[in-house]
């Protein structure tokens, strides 16, 4: 991959990724609910989902996620199922709650699960990997040196981004002092997450 190539491609990612969506809005709801601290799976997750994305979109799979549209469906639609149940729990949480509510410190499998299925259920980043990407760069150019250029540079771009979003949200949550302040910070994560939900299901 050329600089020029892989400059556009950070650029594109960067306004894609930086802007508000489901998966940020996820993410944002859930680190200013329970903490920063345990969040890695779900990221992890996040950027795994997205290489999973960029790969298929490099190796021309465009036709196959076509054919399996419906898979795809299923996924998205566990996504928002997924996402409402988060929401309802956020909503009832107990302002002395140490984690209940969330899939906590005790289930990275769960978190990592949760950030799989919002990636791979999220239209936005499919479009963007599947729609747009090829009319960024030259997918049919692009060998497995460049596909793992792209891979690092999408790595760099979303850690610095979400990175930033998990840490604006800690910050947010460290003036919450009261019982009554969790409380609605809990509530207004339930209608963020329940929010993302419906941007899913809308697309």
Known sequence: MTLTSLFVFAC????????????????????ISKGARDVLPFLAAMWLGEAI???????GLAAI??????????????????????????????????????????SPLKLFLAGMTVTLGNPKIMMFYMALLPSIIDIHAV??????????MMFLVLIVIDISWALAAAKARSFLKSRRAVRMANRASAGTMAGAAVAIAMR
């Open 65 to 106: 996620a076509e054919t399996f549209h419906y898979a795809f469906v299923a996924i998205k639609w566990l996504g928002v199922c997924y996402l409402f149940y988060l929401a309802w729990k956020m909503w009832f949480a107990s302002p002395d709650s140490e984690g209940e509510a969330l899939p906590d410190a005790q």
């Open 143 to 152: 060998t497995v040196v460049g596909w793992a250029e792209l891979v690092a």
């Open 12 to 31: 594109a990612l960067f306004v894609a990724a930086g802007s508000p969506g489901p998966s940020v809005a996820a993410l944002v709801a859930r680190v």
């Open 53 to 59: 994305w960029l790969t298929c979109a490099v190796a």
